[in-house]
């Protein structure tokens, strides 16, 4: 069996406890020879600096192939090509360019008035300098803001065009939901990669409230099966059996990528590649 190629998403830390989880989640989870780590901004661009700082330490001191998130909230263009280029001088090539969520407490996004009025903006200026391999965000099931499913793909072709080379997708619950999108975006000539984001779900609670935030559809099944696995204590082994099975069919379904959401917290997506047949290099000379 072929495995798919991997790719790791965390977040910037907070605090020191937050820096040590951090690089416990690299040092887990870098065995695995993804293709390159992804580190995000908070809402609001409010981690700017500590991604710009995450991103060049991880570049520099992991090995691994590092990709900064990119966003144009409250920042005016010539700032965000600045940080661009900054993370270009320190040897960082791959962005993930987003329009970004909003500060909290606003009720939608606004252009900042000397800032890229979107997505598309942003990526078709960064594509400009021949600089950067741009990722884009993509929407399985429909974003709170598009105004129907076909605006979503609409929107991912335009930033295709513009120069993006490939798109990872909001996370999903059933495998049905991603062949559904890209055959929608197949059938509308995008020709890209789209790769599924998987988001191993440590928390029920935590990621039903996400989801349902993000518009992500919450199946019945998944409630009562976590319903049940909470009151047998059996959380644990029901995520990363789900999580397994959800990776499994897209890859006999002929996906040949994943992108996992790993909130720093490395260890049930570490468990799901395993599952997979993922190990690293120190565990397949073991069972050889």
């Known amino acids: 069996m072929t495995h798919p190629e991997i790719s790791f998403e965390f977040f910037p830390p907070k605090n020191i406890e937050g820096t040590f989880r951090l690089w416990d989640a690299v040092q887990v989870l870098s065995p695995l020879d993804p293709r390159f780590v992804s580190v995000t901004y908070g809402a609001g661009g409010t981690t700017r600096d500590l991604t710009r700082d995450v991103v060049a330490t991880l570049h520099n001191h992991s090995g691994l192939r590092t990709a900064a998130h990119l966003t144009c909230v409250e920042a005016t263009r010539a700032e965000t090509l600045a940080i661009a280029q900054e993370f270009a001088a320190a040897g960082v090539t791959d962005l993930v360019a987003l329009r970004g969520d909003p500060p909290k407490g606003a009720k939608g996004f606004t252009p900042h008035p000397q800032g890229f009025a979107h997505s598309v903006e942003l990526i078709a200026a960064l594509a400009q300098t021949g600089d950067f391999t741009i990722r884009v965000g993509a929407y399985p099931e429909t974003h709170p803001e598009a105004a129907n499913p076909n605006s979503d793909i609409d929107w991912l072709k335009r930033k295709l065009d513009a120069g993006a080379t490939e798109a990872l997708t909001q996370f999903f619950f059933e495998a049905e939901t991603f062949f559904r999108f890209r055959d929608a975006c197949a059938r509308e000539g995008i020709d890209h990669a789209i790769v599924p984001g998987i988001l191993p779900i440590e928390n029920w609670a935590g990621t039903r409230r996400f989801a349902q935030s993000c518009g992500t559809n919450i ?70």
């Not at 909470?230 to 059996?241: E, I, N, S």
């Not at 909130?263 to 565990?283: F, I, Q």
Request: with cysteine; hydrophobic share 40%; net charge negative.
């Open 219 to 288: 199946p019945d099944w998944l409630d009562q099966a976590f319903d049940k696995a909470l009151r047998d204590d059996r959380q644990d082994l029901l995520a990363t059996a789900l999580c397994t099975e959800l990776c499994d069919e897209l890859v006999q379904g002929g996906v040949d990528k994943l992108h996992f959401y790993t909130l720093n917290r490395p260890e049930l997506t570490r468990d799901v590649c395993y599952a997979l047949g993922m190990l690293p290099a120190s565990k397949l000379k073991n069972v050889a």
